[in-house]
Structure formats: C-alpha cells, structure tokens
C-alpha cells in the first residue's frame, strides 16, 4: 500500500470508527472523532505492519470498544455492518473522491 492509499484509507476508517461510536453510544462527534483519531494514530512507512489495522474494518473496532471482546456472541445483530454504517462508507468515500 503506497502512502497516499494509506492516508486515505486511514482517514475513512476514522471517519467510520467515529461514525459508529456515534451511532452506538452517546458520544458527541469531538469524542468520537478525538477517540478514532487516537486508534487510528498514523504510522510512518518504515513503521512494519502499518496496514494491520485494516485486516478488520473500522465496524469491528468500534464494537469492541463499545460491547467488548467477542460482543457477536453477546450481540449477534452487531456480527455484521448494518446497511447504515454501509451507506455511511459509501457515502463518505464517493464525497472524498469527487472532493480530488
């Protein structure tokens, strides 16, 4: 992944971890945004394995701050991304990418 695949990949799943906190606690958006931030802290190139993060999208990070580790058993309805969190990342992308 190239440095500028990276950015923008770090800046959608911010953007959705934030989305997601605010949809599923009471967060405020400066929270949520402060918190996404702090999760997804950028990474130099030559740090290894700075794409890690991505192997899961930002839905499932969330829901493990929010509902805990292994929240599927506990919540199955949060074990996949709702349709909202889906046009969210839609919408959020096609913006960013006619922002260019």
């Keep these: 992944m190239d440095e ?6 770090l800046l959608t799943e911010r953007h ?3 989305w997601t906190l605010q949809q599923y606690s009471h967060m405020t958006a400066s929270q949520a945004l402060a918190q996404a931030s702090a999760f997804y802290a ?10 890690l993060v991505f192997h899961e999208d930002a839905w499932h990070w969330a829901m493990l701050t929010l509902l805990g580790e292994c929240y599927w058993r506990q ?3 949060f074990e996949q991304v709702s349709p909202a969190y889906n046009a969210e990342c839609g919408r959020y992308r096609q913006a960013n990418l006619t922002a260019k």
Excluded: G, I, K, N
Aim: no cysteine; proline share 9%.
């Design 4 to 9: 500028t695949e990276y950015a923008a990949t």
């Design 16 to 18: 959705m971890y934030a």
């Design 42 to 51: 950028y990474q130099t190139a030559d740090v290894p394995l700075r794409e």
């Design 75 to 77: 919540y199955p309805e």
